[in-house]
């Protein structure tokens, strides 16, 4: 696993947007003149109520959907379609039936916008992923015969076997019970600090965003903007960090969602 960073300009961010606007096909606006940044070896959380286009803001930073206007650019340059180092993680692990956890870590590597990989390359990509998220022992068991915090990790492992720069991960736990998602936590963080990727999450969910991230972005309002930004400077791992910093900094951020909702 190559863990140089490079080819961004030498900014230091993987992903840079600004003045993006994007409505339905309908012609409702959606998000107005959203702009941020995520940098290397950092997670970012985007938080926000239900509705307020977390997700389709997601879509559009990953070029799932085009923008009415504004910039994005991955790792220095303009992205104008999905990129092949950056990688989606979505809540349902999406995997295929007939593909054992192995196969499912591998699918997309052999997609014609990623590079080409010998067979050894692409195996050892795969088992690297697998152990990374602690299944290495469980490459040929098929999604039926997985739990679903496992079925999670072969989906995270996916992303990771194609060596991404950056994660995009759209409330990946929040179909998980409280103890696996506590767990899958944890490893987001481990994974973006051991692999020097970088990760952009949208969740609901506040604690999650403290728990996780190194900055959160609320997004808001109608069309949805980013309203506000902390700095989650609490030491890791946070389940042991100050119980009253974290009681500050939740009340805070329910402070902030609340004003949001008397506009």
Known sequence: MSTAVS????TGLALQASGLNFSYADGHAVFA????DVRHREIVCLLGGSGCGKSSLLRVLARLEAPASGDIRFLGEPLQAPH?????????PGLLPWLDAAG??????DFEHQPRLTPVERA???EQALSAVGLAGHA??????????MAQRVALARALARE?????????FSALDAITRAEMQALLVEVVHRWHTAALLVTHDID?????ADRILLMGEAPGRIVREWVVDLERPREQADPAAVTALRLDILSALHALRAH
């Open 84 to 92: 092949p180092r950056a990688a989606l993680v979505f809540q349902q």
């Open 104 to 109: 499912n870590a591998g699918f997309g590597l």
């Open 140 to 149: 040929h068991r098929y999604p039926a015969q997985l739990s679903g915090g």
């Open 33 to 36: 003149d959203v702009s941020l």
């Open 208 to 212: 999650e965003a403290i728990l996780v």
């Open 164 to 172: 991404p720069q950056l994660l995009f991960a759209d409330e990946p």
């Open 124 to 126: 050892a990509r795969i």
């Open 7 to 10: 080819g961004d300009g030498g």
